[in-house]
């Protein structure tokens, strides 16, 4: 994770804070209904809107992440 440019980069920063705070509402509000999070689940601290690469499990069909696109890696 890191600058875009740079070729060592494979994850670059979502595009706003906006962006960011919505997924983390989603992957919240998935826990909190039951989703399990196996890894990530959590935004990068620092500079930029950088939010950790996440895989959930076990998703119940009310979850955020489970009637909504995320736009981010989750």
Sequence with gaps: MG???LPGTDIGPLATGDIRAEIEMQVDESVKSGARVLIGGKR????GNFYRPTALVDIPKNCPV???EVFGPV
């Design 44 to 47: 990068l601290e620092g500079a």
């Design 3 to 5: 600058d875009p440019l």
């Design 66 to 68: 489970y009637r909504q």
